[in-house]
Each structure stands twice: as C-alpha cells, then as structure tokens.
C-alpha cells in the first residue's frame, strides 16, 4: 500500500460512486471511465519525458538519487543546475580540432531541410506526372513504383555503400542527399492529393498559354498545399531521426548529425548522464515544433493513403 | 505571390540555404595550418602526461604536433572504416587491446599500419619491453604497434571495511581461500532478502573477468598462429568457478558495473574487491576523491598456491598509420613518448601505468608511496607483478570468440539455476567445444586470412 | 482525370528526377546486390568470388538464426499487443469532444516523433538497475522489479524492447484507427442499437468489418517495420545485447557488412530478409483476404 496504489484505488472508487449516485446517467460514468483510462495512458506516455527534463536538471551528483526532482528542501544550485548543458556546449577535442554541439545540431538541421526540400521537389513532380497524364508506360511505371516499395532498405545498403565510396562521396553529405532524393511513397501521397484538382483549372491554365511546368508549379502546388505540410513533415522528421546513413557513410566528426552523435556520447559521458541526456531534450525540440505547426496536415495526409486503399 | 509549396516547405528551404551556408563556413574555416603530426588518442589521463611533455619534442625537431583526444567509440568505428575508405585519418593512433585484430582482418597489404618488426629489431629495441606485449599487437607474426603498457591486474579493496571485519588480506593467496572469506562476509544487512555487502564485483553479461581469469592460467583465447584453442577443461572449469560465484544462494559477486553504478556501489560498500588493473587504480583515484585512504591493493589470489598471481587487461598500442607522410618523425615521437625513462616515471605519477619499458622500473616516481591507497608503493606493486604477465594472443575473431565465452557462460547459469552444480563442467566444456568450432568455421571462412598467410 | 496533351514528353520530363535516381540508385544497387551477394569482401575495396559460400554460411550459422527468432518474436508480440492496445485508445478517443480529442492524440502521438535512436538512448538510462525511473515505478506498482537488469538480462531483454516499442508506436497507429473509426457509417451504428445489439456485438459485426481495410494495413506494415528493427536495439543495447538476446536481422547484417566489413557476406543477409518479408507479407494479405 503506497501512494500509487492509493491513488488508483480512489480513482476506481470514484467510478463506482459514480455510477450508484448517477444511476440513470450512464453517459456520465462512462464519459468519466473514458478519460480516467485516457489519462492513465497519457501519463504513462509522458513519464519519460518528464523525467527527461528532470534529469537534465540535475546534477550529475544526484542524478540517480532523486528520480524526478529532490524534493523542495535540496534544491540548491548544488543540485539543481545547468551544468549538464555547459559541458555539453563547451565543445570536444577531435582529430581535426574542437568541435562544438551547436555545430552538430546544425548539420542536422541542414540534412533534415535540405533533403526534405529536394525530396519534395522531387516527389511531387512525379506525382504530378502520375496524376494528371496519361501516356504510354504510366501503367508499367506505377507497377514498378509498387514493386519496388517490396524490398527492405537494407538490401540496398551494401552495393550503394561501395557505390558511393567509387564515387568519391565517401564523407561527404551528398551520399545522404542523393540517393534517397525520390521517394516513392511521396510521389502516392502527391498523386493522391492532385486528383482533387479539377481539370478544369488545369485546361484554362493552358489555354492560356502557361508552360507545363508553370502549372504544376502555380496552379496545381497551391493547391495541394496541406498535402505539401504533411509530406515535408513526414519527410523531415524521418531525415532528422535518420541514424544509419550517416553512421554508415560520415567518417569526420564535425560533419556528423545528432543521432549518431549522441549514441557516441553514451559511451564518452559515463558519469555525467546526464550531459547526452540534454543532449537528446535539444534534439527533440526541433521536430516537435515542426510537429505543432503542422499536426493536421500531417494527420490527413497520412491516413488519405490508408482509408482510401 | 505566395510561394506555391507552402509556408512550411519554405521554412525549410530556407533553413536549409541558412544551415548549409554556417556549415560551410565552419567547415571552412577548420582547414587552418596543418600541423607536421596529428596524433589521435581516447584516453584522458594520456592526454595530460603526452601534453606535459610534447614542447621538448616540437623544440627539438622543430615542428608542430597535434594531440587529439577523441571518444574511444568514435576512434574505433570512424578509424575502422576511414582506413577502408581513405577517408583522412591521424598520423599516429593508440589503439585499443584486441582491435588490432580488426584492422588485420583481410589481406596484409590492406592493413592501414605500418609495419614496425623491422625498425624494432634494427634498433635493438624489440628486448628492452617487456616481451609478452608484442603478441597483442600482432598480425601474422608482423608487430603493427609499440606497446604503451602491461596493465598487470591486481585486486583493490576497501581497506577500512576490511579492517573493521577483521580480514587478513595477505592471507588471500589462493582463490579457493577467497571464496570462503567471500561467504562469510556476502550477507543481507537490512532483512530486504537482498544481500547488502558483497566480496566481489563480476560482470553478469560481458566477459572480460571471465578473460584475464583465464590468461591467468596461461588458457588463451587463440595461439600464436592464430588457432582457436579455448575449449580446453581449464576453461571449463574456470566458467564454472565463475558460475557459482555469480549465482544462487552461495554467491559472493555482484555487478557493479561502470560509470555512476560503480561509484555509488564503492562509496557504499556494496562490494568490498574489484579487479584492479594498473589503469583503474587510477580511475578509482580520479573518480571517487572522497576515498582517499580508503583503498588498498594485493596481488589477485592464485588458482595454485605459487601460481601466477596477475593477470592482464586491456592495453593501448601506438601505431603509425600508412597515411602518415611523415613517418620517420612520427617513428621518433613514438620512441620519444613510449621509451623515455624519466618520462615515464613522470607519467607514471599521473597515470599509474606501468610502462612495458624494464628499465624504468627502477625510477624513485614509479617506486613512491601513495597516500590513497595507505601509504602503498603502487609503482612496486604493479612493476613487481608486470614481469609476470600472460602474454595475450590477438586475432581477427578475438571479439567473435570474447562474445562465444559470454554465451557459454550465460547457457552455464541456466544450467546452475535447473540442476544446480552436478555436471556443470561438463556441459560447459561441450558447449565449449560448440562455440570453438563454430569459431573455426568463421575463421576459416576468411579467404583474405587464410590466403596470405605470411612467414616472416 | 485525362488531360490530353500533345507534347508526350511532357510527363516524363516530370518523372526524369524520379527516373534517373531509380536507375542508379535502386536499379543498380539491386543488381548489384546480386554480385555482391556471391562475392566476400575486405571493406569496399577488395573483393573475391566465393560462389554460395556466403549464403551456405549464413543459413548455418546459429547466430543468424537467433536474430530471426528474435525478430520475430518482436515482430509477432508488437502485433498481437500493440494493435488492440491502439485500437482501443482510438475507440476510446472517438467518442468525445474534438478539443480534447486533439489533446490526447497530441499526447500520445508524441513520442513517434522522437526517433528511434533518442529513444533508445533515453531507455538506456530509464532501465537502470536499482536507481532507474522504470524499476522504481514498476516496484511502486507490484512490488517487484528494483533490481531486475532489463537490459543485461538475456531474458529480460526481449520484453524490454517490446515495452519501448509499445511506448514508441501505439500513438502512431492509433491515427490511424482513429481516422478509420471516423469514417464509420453511424447510421449502420444506429441501425444495430435499434436491433438490440449490446456495445460488443455492434463492435465485432458493423465496426470491425468498416475498418478491416485500415486494420489490414496497418498489420502488414508494422509486421514489415519490426522485421526491419535495428536502430533501437543498437542504442539501448549497444549492439546485439547480451547473449545477442537483442540481435535483429538487421542488426546482424549491419555487424556483418559494416563491423566485420565483408559486403558479400551483407547483401547475401539482404536478400534472406526481402525473402523473409515477401513470404510474410504475402501470407498476411492471402489471409486477409480470405476472412
């Protein structure tokens, strides 16, 4: 019998109450079971990060003293500080000189956009194509665009290993640019999106006189551009989290991105967890605003594939 | 006119020319004088002894040399594949024990280091180490780099518990009498079920107490030209040994573990013995300050009385990479760090590493007191059992076989928990014999290795 | 949806992006998987020709068959688990005001966005021994678990991803669930209240059966994502785990191909897991159909 156990047994009371005292509103006790299991799933889902934030405020002394925060009468800036970020900026030593954490975070930053960029380019041209021609060999194409999503990624990743190391990309960020730059997957979810457009629009467009491209690009774009936020969301979220590209293909520690960074860091932070913890708080941030800003988009998009077939 | 993708991806587009833009310019600007030698190394008390002393070398040669303190995990992996790739790599690299046998994996061209056999024997410096080292960092009978160290193990106690139990630690010549002491003082102090205090600290799911027990007796992982040759009943029954002490109400091990688990178990005294190599009684002294005299060393117990009483682990390596441009220089900063008597007594002082230099054993550095650990010589301690060290084969699959004894060790505990000791030994020699041979298949896979197998 | 165009180039101008990166980098690399596969390599320079050996290797060697095992279990246990355990957050989800709703969806859609390494490296420090969140709490609420080593215990390691990859992914599809439940016909709802169906009859005859699409998809791609597991195991466990308890096939090819560095050795792997997955996936998709 401790806390938890008390909590939750009043919690379960409170239902049966509920239902005594309301007995002809069943709405109510419902609504109320609803949300009480609702939240219990909310809670264990927050759980970690809640300790995350906790742990990066502590120092490296009491982190595993405490498990969220030490209570009201500890805190002093002997247990609670900044620390664990003064040592994760304060720069390491590398082959080629010190290197700071906000040049990490940089890299990142860039890989994420700059692929989500090109990739969205990319992509939804050929989803355009897709979408609004026909021609001959468009039936063979879409065939082996499915055929294609059949085999794992991994298959892929020896023979491109030795492709990019011929090339002379070793080291360099277009081997994690290029070979991703089309993804198949995107060009469904724009081809989705552009049968919504109305031919009509199209057709009075070229009427008079715009280019092909100048359609796609001022005409049909403009109009897709929900699917756009979600695509980019997806896109540079899966970029950011990206771990065995640069793993695999970076070889300077300045150029590297955060995942891979950070699992390094487990193994040079022993005693200061709490360093590659703050670490992964700021490594975090980024997509989750990106998140915020895009969340609807990002719902419809997702689910127009699956719910339509 | 909006732009037609959106503000979203417009964000990006432009995130993406800001970033790449600040990348560039840092990049950039790194590409700064390049010093005459780029030295790579993982370990920090390293990097405080090489500073102290790399003015006089750069005064006497007239150059510039750069030390680098990389992650171990980062030197491993990146070395490993910037040396397949061509990438840029240092020009002088301390490497970890048992990689080697990585980077000596394919052909013998391909290995990224210079080979040094030559240049040791010429300059009739091959007998001044300590001459079991060089087996761990060879290939084919090729030394690829200069030994740094012998780490001889020793056993480190907390020497006020102790006391206040009454134990004579110098009667602990035997692991036979150990385990008997480790029995009476394991005991569950607050009645929670869980034993409070325990004789020794063993890992349950990595084997490198399992290994340095083993090279104690001489029972090696691989021989010198490269066979698997640990299925043997010295294995057997050292895995069992392992077994009962680790397991089951009788047990006198917990894991401890590394980084904040270990100090908070020595700071409470939840294990009073850990294996001690030289390196980690520095460790101790850089990361628990507030167990100052509070430490003790002895030689490990014997599986023999009058057997060998140490063991080795691990190990750092400096080797010359092909790449290197200058590689006579960086010949003489080697001999320069790793060979220089008073030096070493200095960098004794701060490292506690007995150097694999015999000479050097006899400076007043090595052979002073110290007051952490009671006023012991810790120089003496170690430099005595350093002439004893097992020697340490090396191979490509010494990781492969390392991962093999952890299984066998782990099928043994199951079998501990079902049926207890009966027939211990004998399961794990059969398994034994398993793992061996499976590592004999992969070994003689290797086309590479069984190909060029070089006699000098 | 036709649009007749006269200059027939014109789409194929669109798709030359997509074109020409599919043919060096998929077209190529798939072919040259193949060689690959029949060939041991030192890295990415030198190369030999062994014919089946890779493949006679791999097919007999135990630890490849661990990470099969391994991966399956993960693969089936998400399933089995995570999937009723997302659909009945969407249900419970469904009913109520849209506000809220988007609160909690926010919430428990959360931890998707933080990839799998991140979280492998939060768990990594959550699962400690003795003085970690996880074992504090799991002993608060069953009394059990203090000194349990999730993550050195070859037993417990198993368990241990799957409750990470519960955390990870039941947000995920549960969106879904959700956006499938939305769509189902409320009238046929009604229709079964008015017949006297109870909450569970209506449940498995009219919701079941509208989201059956939906449920189908989202199996086959988590069966296919789990299969494909490696960058968590790899963080929380630093490698296989001990005992290679963690080992995903993944895992195994990347230790092969890029530890070990013998490519050959890699593609084969490559080529036993696209296998895998066809035959899996095929499978699900003939059973689905047929119910």
């Known amino acids: 019998m401790n806390t938890v156990h008390t909590t939750l047994l009043v919690l379960g009371a409170l239902y049966v109450i509920l239902r005594w005292v309301f007995p002809r509103d069943r709405e109510l006790s419902s609504a109320y079971l609803r949300y009480l299991l609702l939240g219990i799933a909310a809670f264990l889902i927050l759980c970690p990060f809640v300790w995350l934030i906790c742990a990066v405020l502590k120092d490296k002394d009491v982190l595993m003293q405490y498990t969220f925060l030490p209570p009201l009468t500890e805190w002093s800036s002997e247990t609670l500080n900044f620390n664990n970020f003064l040592t994760l900026f304060a720069g390491e030593e590398t082959v080629e000189g010190v290197v700071y954490f906000w040049e990490y975070v940089i890299n990142s930053l860039f890989l994420a956009s700059a692929s989500t960029s090109i990739s969205l380019l990319f992509a939804s041209m050929g989803g355009y194509a897709l979408s609004k021609y026909e021609f001959q060999g468009k039936k063979a194409v879409m065939g082996f665009m499915v055929g294609s999503m059949m085999f794992p990624a991994m298959l892929f990743l020896a023979p491109v290993y030795k492709m990019i190391y011929n090339f002379g990309w070793m080291d360099t960020y277009l081997a994690l640019l290029i070979p991703g730059a089309c993804s198949v997957f995107g060009m469904f979810l724009f081809r989705q999106a552009m049968t919504a457009v109305p031919d009509s629009l199209i057709e009075a467009a070229r009427i008079d006189g715009a280019s092909e491209f100048g359609i796609y690009f001022g005409v049909v774009m403009p109009l897709v551009r929900p699917m756009t936020g979600a695509f980019c969301l997806i896109t540079f979220l899966g970029n950011w989290n990206n771990f065995i590209g640069p793993q695999v293909f970076i070889q300077t520690q300045s150029k590297l991105p955060l995942p891979v960074v950070l699992n390094q860091y487990m193994g040079v932070y022993t005693q200061e967890y709490g360093v590659f913890l703050a670490g992964t708080l700021i490594a975090i941030i980024p997509p989750a605003v990106l998140f915020f800003a895009l969340q609807k988009e990002f719902v419809s998009g997702l689910t127009s594939g699956a719910v339509k077939g | 006119m909006n732009f037609p993708f959106g503000k979203a991806a417009l964000l990006l587009l432009q995130i993406a020319i800001v970033t790449g833009g600040i990348h560039l310019y840092t990049s950039l600007d790194r590409q700064s004088e390049r010093p005459d030698l780029v030295m790579a190394i993982f370990a920090p008390n390293h990097e405080e002894a090489y500073r102290e002393v790399l003015g006089e070398f750069e005064k006497k040669h007239g150059v510039k040399v750069q030390l680098q303190l990389v992650s171990a995990k980062a030197l491993q992996s990146r070395l490993q594949s910037s040396l397949l790739t061509g990438a840029e790599v240092p020009d002088l690299v301390e490497l970890m024990a048992g990689s080697l046998g990585y980077f000596a994996r394919g052909p013998l061209e391909d290995v990224g280091f210079v080979d040094l056999t030559e240049r040791l024997h010429q300059e009739k410096l091959y007998s001044k180490m300590v001459e079991s080292r060089y087996s761990l960092w060879s290939s084919r009978n090729r030394i690829f780099a200069l030994p740094h160290d012998v780490h001889p193990v020793a056993l480190c106690y907390r020497r006020d518990l102790i006391q206040d139990l009454k134990i004579d630690v110098n009667a602990l010549k035997t692991w036979a009498e150990f385990e008997k002491m480790g029995r009476n003082i394991t005991t569950d102090l607050d009645g929670d079920g869980n034993p409070d205090r325990y004789a020794l600290d063993m890992p349950l799911s990595s084997n490198w107490a399992i290994n340095l027990l083993l090279l104690q007796q001489d029972q090696q992982l691989f021989n010198e030209e490269g066979k698997v040759v640990f299925d043997t009943e010295t294995t057997a029954k050292t895995i069992a040994w392992y077994v009962q002490q680790t397991q089951g109400k009788n047990r006198i091990a917990y894991e401890a573990g590394w980084g904040q688990g270990l100090a908070k178990a020595m700071n409470d005294g939840l294990v009073l013995f850990y294996f001690c190599p030289d390196w980690r009684s520095k460790q101790f002294e850089m990361d628990m300050p507030n167990l100052d005299g509070k430490l003790g060393l002895i030689p490990l117990p014997a599986w023999k009385l009058g057997d060998r009483r140490t063991s080795t682990w691990g190990g750092t390596g400096l080797a010359i990479t092909k790449a290197c441009k200058k590689q006579d220089l960086a010949w003489e900063l080697a001999k320069f760090l790793y060979l220089n008597d008073e030096d070493l007594g200095k960098r004794f002082r701060a490292t506690n590493i007995i150097p694999p230099v015999k000479s050097s054993w006899n400076t007043p550095a090595i052979k002073e007191e110290r007051r952490f650990y009671g006023g012991q010589s810790v120089g003496q301690i170690y430099s005595d059992l350093a002439k004893e060290t097992p020697p340490q084969y090396v191979s490509p699959y010494t990781n492969l076989a390392g991962t093999k004894i952890t299984e066998v060790y782990l099928d043994a505990v199951d079998y501990f928990q079902e049926s207890g000791p009966q027939g211990l030994e004998a399961s794990i020699l059969s398994n034994l014999k398993e793992k061996a041979d499976y590592v004999r298949t992969v070994l003689g896979r290797n086309v590479f290795l069984v190909k060029s197998e070089a006699k000098p | ?291």
């Open chain 3, 1 to 291: 949806m036709t649009s007749v165009s006269k200059k027939a180039w014109v789409p194929w101008a669109f798709l030359t992006p997509y074109l020409v990166l599919t043919a060096i980098f998929f077209v190529y690399p798939f072919l040259n998987s193949i060689w690959l596969a029949f060939h041991q390599t030192n890295g990415p320079k030198s190369s030999i020709y062994v014919g089946l050996s890779n493949f006679d290797f791999v097919l007999q060697d135990p630890l490849f068959y661990t990470s099969v095992k391994n991966t399956t279990i993960y693969a089936v246990v998400s399933v089995l688990f995570q999937l009723p355990l997302s659909l009945g957050l969407a249900m419970l989800l469904n009913s109520g005001k849209s506000r809220i709703r988007n609160v909690f969806r926010l919430i428990l859609f959360s931890p998707h966005l933080v990839g799998q390494i991140f979280v492998g490296i939060l768990f990594a420090v959550i699962f400690t021994p003795r003085y970690g969140l996880f074992n504090i709490g799991l002993q608060e609420l069953i009394g059990w678990g203090l000194e349990e080593r999730w993550l050195a215990n070859p037993n417990l390691v198993m368990p241990a991803l799957i409750i990470v990859s519960m955390w990870l992914y039941v947000g995920f599809n549960m969106i879904y669930f959700l956006a499938a439940l939305q769509n189902v016909d409320e009238g046929l709802m009604d229709a079964a209240k008015v017949d006297g169906a109870n909450r569970f009859q209506t449940f498995w005859n009219v919701t079941l059966p509208q989201i059956k699409p939906v449920a189908i998809f989202v199996v086959v791609m988590s069966t296919i994502g789990s299969y494909q597991l490696f960058e968590l195991p790899y963080a929380l466990l630093g490698g296989a785990g001990p005992n290679n308890s963690g080992l995903t096939i993944v895992g195994y090819l990347y230790s092969t191909a890029f530890e070990s560095g013998d490519l050959g050795t890699g593609a084969a792997i490559g080529w036993l897991l696209a296998l895998i997955i066809f035959v899996i996936s095929t499978l699900q998709i003939k059973i689905a159909k047929v119910e």
